[in-house]
């Protein structure tokens, strides 16, 4: 590692195959905690690069615990993390949203290290199950519209890492590696990113990766429309930006989508909205998200995906997505 630390402290760049070697070496338990720590600060102290994010990618799925979800055709709505903005659970909610309007869903999350309450918090919270079984996730998917794939669980040769992300607290490579390595390999995919060089990496692994996809950046570094000013969005086949005018929606402010001060009040945030009970800022940010993600399964306008948004929480039907999913869980 010695060499890999001199490296990085000289802002050189790593092969795809010493990052690759890096993951590895951590999964093996070759390296104690405090090197960890060293690499994982050291590593965002300087520009990533395309080769680095391919390499880490590719050793993380090649390590991970795999399941077959294909016959569903899913989306994963999935974002970095990582803008230090202390949003509520948008992408999590948007996931319901997205299954009310009968695009299946499968969600990779985990819980909250550089926030105060992750995808995995609030969910856990509400009481969902969180299993690697194939038969309950199909299960899931079949009756509730979504599953949710908990990252600990189809990773666990990152176990060695979880405990010293903790205790940093800050972001890492690993919120850039999150909506990369969903473990069902997903056709289609909706991810929110903390910068714009990331956004154009995501878009080039992408392209490669044959995927149906956006990637969402707001100009004021929400890793999501954020609705408080314009979003840059990659797809497949086009650039474009979104803001409120987009939606036919107000503009508003960052202090109309932050987030809960703690897990509880984080998960009331969740079921006020989820029961159409929310703010009119909370609810718009929130069909705009799934909105993306519905236009992007089916190849349609994003004010169409809006409108079916908005249609799922006012029919009740992602709530009962997710009345269903608890249900599944209580089994």
Sequence with gaps: MKDIFNKLINHDRLTKNEAYDVII??????????QIASFLTI?????????????????????????D????????????????????NISTLSSFVTAGADIKVSKHG??????????SNVLEKLGIHFSNDESFLKNCLDKAGICILHAPLFHPAMKNV????????????????????NPSFPRN?????????????????????????????????????????????????????????????PKINHEQIQGGEDIISSANIFMNVIQNKGTEAQQNVVCANA????????????????LMARESILSGKALESLKILQNLSSK
């Design 25 to 34: 070496n951590i999964a093996e338990g070759k390296l104690n905690d405090s």
């Design 43 to 67: 590593f965002m102290m300087r520009r990533v690069n395309l080769e680095e994010i391919e390499g880490f990618k590719n050793a993380l799925l090649d390590l991970c615990i795999s399941i």
């Design 69 to 88: 979800l294909s016959e569903f055709n899913t989306i994963d709505l999935c974002g970095t993390g990582g803008d230090g903005k202390n949003t509520f």
């Design 110 to 119: 985990n819980y909250g290290v550089s926030s105060g309450c992750g995808s």
């Design 162 to 181: 979880g405990p010293v992300r903790k205790q940093l607290g800050l972001k890492t490579f690993f919120n850039m590696l999150g909506p990369l390595v």
């Design 189 to 249: 995919q909706l991810t929110g990113v903390f910068n714009l060089e990331l956004a154009r990496i995501y878009n080039y692994l992408f392209q490669k990766g044959n995927k149906n996809y956006t990637i969402l950046y707001s100009l004021d570094g929400y890793d999501e429309i954020s609705l408080t000013t314009n979003t840059k969005a990659f797809t497949h086949n086009n650039e474009m930006i979104l803001n409120s005018d987009s939606f036919r929606v």
């Design 291 to 306: 909105g993306i993600a519905i236009s992007t399964a089916l190849d349609i306008d994003p004010m169409d995906g809006f």
